[in-house]
């Protein structure tokens, strides 16, 4: 019997769903830690090159995205005494397909160097790993914070009373760019807000009255 990489991937890949449904490690049994070491970052590969840091275009098309958080936080910030003028919250579902690029375009889990085939040791210790990062269930949540204590004092409502924190999965992440994890309001929309001005159609090189 001939064994190709093709069969050893979709056993990696059988692995990971028996053992996240199943509680079940029977086709994990076959591989050595090293083997793992090797699959996982082939996987991550893919996920980098296609979605994230690889290509500019592959981040840069989230614009959308992030122009939606901005926007809403802005309706926020300015009519925060109005709580009937802006949502309390905005909830957007996707997929890996949406998750990375975003993640990329806040600049978390970047490298210095490229995920290429030929530096797999040098890239060990890599913040980049597409299985942590954007596992099942993947999500991300951007929060924004009034810390002025009286909170129905018009005349302190002012943007620097604001903050902005980012989870993913769960887990509290410093953004690039800020001092901590608690990132004003107005840093926040300093460092994206270059992003959020979205050249969509440009970027895809669409007509400008095409429909998505």
Request: charged share 20%.
């Amino acid at each position: 019997m001939c064994i190709i990489s093709e069969d050893v991937y979709a056993v990696y890949q059988l692995c990971a769903y028996d053992v996240n449904l199943y509680n079940d490690h029977s086709w994990c049994d076959l591989f050595t830690h090293e083997d793992f070491e090797v699959l996982e970052y082939a996987a991550d590969l893919k996920q980098y090159w296609l979605k994230s840091y690889g290509y500019d275009i592959n981040y840069k098309q989230s614009c959308p995205v992030l122009a939606d958080v901005i926007t809403h936080m802005e309706q926020a910030v300015k009519y925060h005494h109005q709580p009937s003028r802006y949502a309390r919250a905005v909830l957007r579902f996707g997929h890996a397909e949406t998750l990375l690029p975003f993640l990329t375009l806040l600049g978390l889990y970047n490298d210095t160097n490229h995920l290429l085939a030929t530096n797999f040791n040098q890239m060990k210790d890599r913040k980049f790993r597409a299985s942590l990062v954007s596992p099942m269930a993947g999500n991300v949540l951007v929060v924004l914070y009034k810390c002025q204590p009286d909170q129905n004092d018009i005349s302190t409502n002012s943007a620097s009373d604001f903050y902005v924190q980012v989870y993913v999965n769960e887990k509290l992440e410093k953004l690039p760019g800020c001092d901590n994890f608690m990132c004003s309001w107005e840093n926040f929309r300093k460092l994206y807000m270059d992003h959020a001005t979205c050249p969509f159609h440009n970027l895809c090189e669409n007509d400008k009255h095409d429909e998505l």
